[in-house]
């Protein structure tokens, strides 16, 4: 499906690849409280070789990282760090990943903005997934037993289930999702146990979502719409 989205994005993408423009990019700062803490703020410490498709300059080809903490695309130039500017109609590419700025909405109405990468394409539904930090501060040391904690941050990623905009998160255990679509529940817990799923393994959930989605489609009583009858919990 990677290799899909590729060549589906690449022919939509006419530009030719010239120096990074300074429109596109925005001065930025180090975030410097928590380089003492275990763990990184970042997807990939490292620079990655990239892409930045807009639709309205072009392509260019630059070296980035991902910032999970401040959600921004970072790169440096002439020795000063910048992040790419969050549009919609700019979106990147970090090795197989591609980065989309959206502006989605929960089912309740509430704007989720920020960077999605894209896992799956359908004609009916894509799905998305989210890097997010859990932060553990540090505790200083305890006097009476002469111990300390050191401050940690873990990378957690969540994944959604996207139709015109709206997005539903996916649980990543099998009884919230079978929650989640609910009207095709014992359909789908026959289609686990049987193909052996492992809801976190992202391949097996992308498989999964597809056989609701085709369950969905071979009912004619129903709506096909994979975000209806969902309890609205986000």
Not at 47 to 54: A, L, M, P, R
Not at 129 to 152: A, H, R
């Amino acid at each position: 499906m990677r290799k899909l989205l590729q060549i589906t994005i690449l022919l939509t993408t006419t530009f030719l690849s010239a120096q990074f423009s300074r429109p596109l990019g925005i001065p930025s700062e180090t975030i410097t409280e928590l380089e003492s803490y275990a763990g990184s703020i970042y997807e990939n410490k490292e620079y990655q070789k990239g892409t930045v498709i807009d639709t309205k300059s072009g392509t260019f080809d630059i070296r980035l990282k991902y910032n999970i903490y401040t959600d921004a695309l970072e790169h440096k130039q002439g020795g000063k760090l910048y992040e790419v500017i969050k549009t919609p109609s700019t979106h990147v590419r970090i090795n197989d990943d591609y980065y989309y700025y959206c502006g989605f909405k929960t089912q309740k109405g509430i704007r989720k903005n920020g960077y999605y990468i894209l896992v799956e394409l359908n004609e009916q539904y894509r799905i998305y997934k989210k890097y997010e930090l859990n932060i553990t501060e540090p505790k200083e040391m305890d006097p009476t037993t002469g111990s300390s904690t050191t401050g940690k941050i873990k990378t957690t990623t969540t994944y959604y289930l996207e139709e015109n905009e709206t997005i539903l998160e996916l649980p990543m255990n099998k009884k919230d999702l079978l929650s989640s679509f609910s009207d095709k529940e014992e359909e789908l817990k026959t289609y686990i146990k049987k193909e052996k799923i492992r809801l976190k393994k992202e391949e097996d959930l992308m498989r999964l979502v597809a056989k609701y989605n085709s369950l969905k489609n071979s009912d004619s009583n129903q709506s096909r719409s994979l975000l209806s009858n969902r309890v609205q919990s986000n």
